[in-house]
């Protein structure tokens, strides 16, 4: 008995676990959810079904880490604690804490019915306040002169003359972006954090169509900065070193949407495990390739906003955030950190709604599946 108890409890099948539990095509390399926390860590050195998904988005945290704090060192960049930087350092926070509970649902999941459902709620949370973090990145880096303005006499009187010659087309998003662009990105976040969790609860047979088509949203509507800029003039003198580092920002992103249609195509296809059931239960599956495909979005989308804010450094016409001469304040830590607090207050309140729901709907069944797991397991042996 006492050797037993450091023996690594045995792998199921999709016949052996709650129905709740199993993915469709995947037929080995279960972990029946009664797990403490300690198998569930050492869980992670163990070939189960789960283990890609949680290394596939647990590794990425250092490269994309390594990769962000390079800006840091540029040429006529400021300090890290800098209010320019306060935008990058909300986007790292998104980033670092979707990768982290994307991994860490994926480890932590067996305990139990209840854990596995708070765990893809935090998962699903984390994922909307990353959206969110990306929109500041584009509206203080990629945002056509958001808080960022040129010296001299041509003050924002000159810019609002420009865009007043440009049309109406564009004084309609100049005001879009100053007035509706962020607080519609967290309205839009909220959406898909309940949208997300209720298809735990409902609307289960065609979950992963929901939530791939939910974050296509924020998507779109995060990306306007970047179609603006794509469809119209460079701000930058042609002649300038700040154009040629802008220039590198449409190819970017090109890559970073076809990296998120390819992880979406991976989410509803479940390809490759669709044509093979059982042969890529623990090696291979359509969420390991997601999980691939969407950290490279993330990375694609990194050096886009680096090569903008690479641009705005490398203008010697333009004057950094806060300044009196600018239409918009520039980075606050009102308008960054305060934004993302006061977005992760709200999605902690819905997640903790539906948590107490997953417990009231799952918790009655733990002792049950525990015995009846017991005595499946005594049968057996």
Known sequence: MLLNCDQPLPLLSHTDVPPRVTEN???????????????????????????????THFLPIF?????FVEVFGWDGAP????????????????????????????????????????????DYGTISAYTVGSSLAYYYYIHPRAGIVEKGDRNSSDLNLNHEQKGIITSFFNLFFDTYYMPCACIIAIICVLSCCNTRQRWREHRYIIRTLVFLLPFLFSSTPVFYRVLTRSPYSTTSSS????????????????????????NISKFPERLAPGCFDIWGHSHQWFHCCTFLSILDELHMIQAEVRAILLNPDFLLPPTKLSRLPGPTIAST??????????????????????????????????????????KVT
């Open 25 to 55: 095509f995947i037929l080995t390399g279960y972990r029946f959810p009664n797990y403490r926390l300690r198998d569930c860590l050492l869980s992670a050195f163990r070939p189960t079904n789960e283990t890609g998904n949680f290394w």
């Open 63 to 67: 490269i994309f880490a390594y990769y």
């Open 79 to 122: 300090d890290a604690n800098a209010p320019f930087f306060y935008p990058m350092w909300n986007y790292f926070i998104g980033v670092f804490f979707l990768l982290m509970a994307s991994s860490m649902a994926h480890l932590l999941n067996s305990m139990s019915l209840v854990v596995r459902e708070v765990c893809f709620f935090v």
């Open 243 to 266: 154009f040629a580092a802008s220039t590198t920002m449409p190819s970017f992103f090109y890559r970073h949407s076809l990296w998120l249609l390819v992880s979406a195509l991976f």
């Open 337 to 378: 950190y305060g934004l993302m607090l006061l977005l992760q207050t709200t999605i902690v309140s819905i997640i903790l709604c539906f948590s107490w729901r997953a417990n009231c709907i799952y918790g009655p069944q733990r002792d049950q599946l525990k015995k009846e797991h017991s005595m499946k397991h005594m």
